[in-house]
C-alpha cells in the first residue's frame, strides 16, 4: 500500500487520541536511545537532516494534507527531543535547575560549559552516523520504496 493517500474524517475526541498516541510513540522512541538493548535500532530507524528532507519531499509530492501532517509530526518530535535531560537542550538545562534547587548548591560555569559540550559532542556523533546511514539508503535506493 505504499504510496497510497486516503482521506478520512475524525471527530476531534479520535483526532486527540491519536495525537497524544503518536506523542506516546516518539516519546518511547526516545527512551528506546537509552536503553542498551534498542539504542542502535532506534538510532538505525531515525533518520537526519537528509533524511527529512527526502521525506518532505515524498509528503509534499503527496499533497497538503500529508505534507501538514509530516510537519507536525516532525514539529512534535522535535519538541520531545528537545526535553532529553541533555545539556545544552532545555531538558538538561531543567535538570541542572532542578539539581540546585534540591542541592543548594550552584553548578560552576565551567561544570555547565563541559555538560554543554559533551552533549554537542553526543550530537554531532549521532548527526554523522544518521547523515551516513541516509545517504547509504539513497545511494543503495532502499530509502522509502526509492
Given at each position: 500500500?505504499?504510496?497510497?493517500?486516503?482521506?478520512?474524517?475524525?471527530?476531534?475526541?479520535?483526532?486527540?487520541?491519536?495525537?497524544?498516541?503518536?506523542?506516546?510513540?516518539?516519546?518511547?522512541?526516545?527512551?528506546?536511545?537509552?536503553?542498551?538493548?534498542?539504542?542502535?535500532q532506534t538510532?538505525?530507524?531515525s533518520s537526519?537532516?537528509?533524511?527529512?528532507?527526502?521525506?518532505?519531499?515524498?509528503?509534499?509530492?503527496?499533497?497538503?494534507?500529508?505534507?501538514?501532517?509530516?510537519?507536525?509530526?516532525?514539529?512534535?518530535?522535535?519538541?520531545?527531543?528537545?526535553?532529553?535531560?541533555?545539556?545544552?537542550?532545555?531538558?538538561?538545562?531543567?535538570?541542572?535547575?532542578?539539581?540546585?534547587?534540591?542541592?543548594?548548591?550552584?553548578?560552576?560555569?565551567?561544570?555547565?560549559?563541559?555538560?554543554?559540550?559533551?552533549?554537542?559532542?553526543?550530537?554531532?556523533v549521532f548527526?554523522?552516523?544518521?547523515?551516513?546511514?541516509?545517504?547509504?539508503?539513497?545511494?543503495?535506493?532502499?530509502?522509502?520504496?526509492?
Open positions: 500500500r505504499s504510496g497510497e493517500v486516503t482521506h478520512m474524517t475524525v471527530d476531534p475526541g479520535r483526532a486527540i487520541v491519536a495525537g497524544f498516541t503518536y506523542i506516546g510513540m516518539v516519546a518511547q522512541a526516545v527512551a528506546g536511545l537509552f536503553n542498551p538493548a534498542t539504542a542502535a538510532v538505525s530507524d537526519s537532516v537528509v533524511g527529512i528532507a527526502v521525506m518532505s519531499k515524498q509528503f509534499a509530492d503527496a499533497g497538503l494534507a500529508p505534507f501538514m501532517e509530516f510537519m507536525a509530526m516532525i514539529s512534535v518530535s522535535l519538541g520531545i527531543m528537545n526535553l532529553l535531560p541533555i545539556p545544552p537542550l532545555d531538558g538538561g538545562r531543567f535538570v541542572i535547575e532542578v539539581f540546585q534547587k534540591l542541592s543548594k548548591k550552584v553548578v560552576s560555569l565551567r561544570a555547565m560549559n563541559a555538560m554543554s559540550m559533551a552533549g554537542m559532542a553526543l550530537f554531532v548527526f554523522l552516523v544518521m547523515v551516513n546511514q541516509d545517504v547509504q539508503r539513497i545511494i543503495s535506493g532502499t530509502f522509502f520504496g526509492q
